[in-house]
């Protein structure tokens, strides 16, 4: 299912085609966060026309509470249901469990969690995550993790990972086990944790190898601690996870970590930064960084990137954007959106393009300095 | 600049076409709304190409206090500024300093007024109403009136008339001593008031006939009268509005109102409805309305309406649609906008065929039906 089409010399970074069942995904590349079944604040037809989205991410907490999996079934499974025709992967709700929901307990069997929208109480195991990510029909499910804090000593991130592995097992029983529910293939990614312990990172990566899956993922980074550490952690692990299959860095980051990643040897990012503080404000252009709340875009009626990554990048200007944001219109989240989404979109395809034309590093050194630029 | 070319034989409805320095108006015509420069949650891409508005409107009050007139000013106007290439209305500020601003104050000068963003002092006058208008651009503006609330005894509502009359007069005086600051021609249309009493409305029809603007609207209609009261005013100022200019029916409303209107010679119809309560999850379709949050639609998957007045109307199914508006998802509030705007855009231009073609009676009562259904 995947394939190395292109090597940088001089780093780890790669290019690679993901074959699944609804499209083959060119890597590295960025996966927008649709949490409940929506790109908040963005069309389909924009995700397919402006953005160019290979791949969007659904969230299996989210989704198994609203709108539940009988209508999720009675649908057709998520690609019908929203209506989107290209590949889609599910986390495994691990993460949500012990981010939203009030009152959660840990057992060897899984996690028992309330609610945020009812408080009513629900339990994830290792292997009612994957039946729920059959009916939704993700073409990449994740294996039920628990995501350690940090920071978090190393009795407990020991305990985690023992854990972690143990559910790992499990799930791969089920999803061996299982059949899809729908009429395609869909593949299972185990998930690396160990914190920022090197140890515990090389004993998860070994576990994740060891399971065989179609791919991998990292998780538990970008939760706090410093940008160096998880780049030594991405070492740590990339290292022992298989070459030949592609790795997931899961919920990084911003456009620097995502270049630093690549050249690391990681295919596949998802966050909610372009969206989420899109929505507040804070815009990713070819020249920095903007906070278009300040009061130095008022009346600075360029476009939002003269580099247009959207098309909305160019037909709006900076000013206008500021006075939708500041006015709490649900225009400046839409434009914002886009753009960002678009600008990210832009950036893992020219990372691609440099790793096959064998200039990744030389770009990818000019990039940083510009995109940690704050205008 | 306005012709008349159709008339229903039957009716007083007849098909016209508006010529404005930004493009001809087809009429009858509904005019999407655009507070603060933004039709929420609609994308001026998606204005043009789905909905096809012909005309929208911004509201002077909000654009004067955000982002105000130096921005305006600097950007070129209101279309520069939010990039509309289109015509464009805006309204006086009269019913909103009376409608939103706290501890506002009626002079014969004007009305002071408490902005509701920061609780600064404002004054709008007849003059510099029209100033401002000057600056923000619209190819019509429209005087500064008071909006006398329902119900309303009569002392009241004469003394309102007599004052938006005195304030008429000023507001001509001063449109016609001054010279657009933009680079094209901008009309002024009178407003009729005089809430549900005939003789003051005749009163005000026959002071706004006499201004000899090009065109004449009516307010103060659809503030909690009962629709026959509203029809029947119609027909009475009707009768003495001028027949070779545009009239516009200001703040209506359901499209059965404004089918109403459409029979009783209205031209011209803008209304917050097929936005706000879009978002609120009420959906105008071709089988009747629908609230989607009921339960009932949970697992309807046929498109939003099958006669698909916008493409997002056929995209996307009832029940994706009840999930993202019952989520609080902003797509709800992007997706029910768009199809409820195509939805008025498609009733206003189809009987402008009727009418052209003679057949706007039977067709108009054939559509009340369906309209005034809830499914």
Redesign the interface.
Known sequence: MFKVTGRDNETKARAGLLETAHGIIPTPIFMPVGT??????????NLVEDIDAKIILGNTYHLYL??GL??LK??GGLH????WSRPMLTDSGGYQVFSLSGNRKLTDEGAIFKSHIDGSKHIFTPENTIDIQRIIGADIMMAFDECAPFPCDYRYAQKSVVLTHHWLDRAVTRFSGTDPVWDYEQFLFPIVQGSTFDDLRKLSAEKAASAGMAGNAIGGLSVGEPADEMYHIIEVVNEILPDDKPRYLMGVGTPVNILEAIERGIDMFDCVMPTRNGRNGMLFTSEGIINIKNRKW??D?SPIDPYGPS??SL???K??LR??V??G???G???ASIHNLSFYMKLVSEARRRIEEGNFKIWKKQMIKKLSERL
């Not at 019908?80 to 209506?83: G, H, Q, S, T």
């Open positions: 409940a079944g929506t790109v908040k604040g963005v069309l389909q037809k609203r709108p009988e209508i009675a649908s019908k249901f929203i209506n008022t009346d009626f098309e909305v037909y709006y200007s000013a206008y006075h939708l500041v006015s219109e649900i225009l989240s839409q434009i």
